[in-house]
Nanobody, 126 residues
Framework: VQLQASGGGLVQAGGSLRLSCAPS????????VGWFRQNPGKGREIVAS????????FYKETVKGRFTISRDNAKNEVYLQMDSLKPEDTAVYYC????????????????????WGQGTLVTVSS
């Protein structure tokens, strides 16, 4: 599965962005999806993830209450709504997916997903 992430950009602190992720071919059927981010010199960290059903989600502690992950399986897309952005949210954001062993499964680490998008840069200015 090849993934395409979009929606990054430059925004002032306190602003919002919405990232989108979609497979270039095939579908997200039975795939759990996660959003990760990475800064230069650092490893990728999980930001949020969502189960195939969409009913189960996971958030990194520092984004809880500010970010919302969702999916529209009819449109074959996964979203990350980012509100109240902070300069420390600046990073390249990646969407990643893998086949879900059960409907409510969601990944919580880089090692749990095998398919990655190309990344989209989010820059939050102070």
């Amino acid at each position: 599965v090849q993934l395409q992430a979009s929606g990054g950009g430059l925004v002032q602190a306190g602003g919002s962005l919405r990232l989108s992720c979609a497979p270039s071919r095939r579908t997200f059927t039975n795939y759990a999806v996660g959003w990760f981010r990475q800064n230069p010199g650092k490893g990728r960290e999980i930001v949020a993830s969502i189960s195939w059903s969409g009913f189960s989600t996971f958030y990194k502690e520092t984004v809880k209450g500010r970010f919302t992950i969702s999916r529209d399986n009819a449109k074959n897309e996964v979203y990350l709504q980012m509100d109240s952005l902070k300069p420390e949210d600046t990073a390249v954001y990646y969407c990643a997916a893998d086949h879900a062993p059960r409907h409510e499964y969601f990944p919580v680490s880089e090692s749990e997903v095998g398919y990655w998008g190309q990344g989209t840069l989010v820059t939050v200015s102070s």
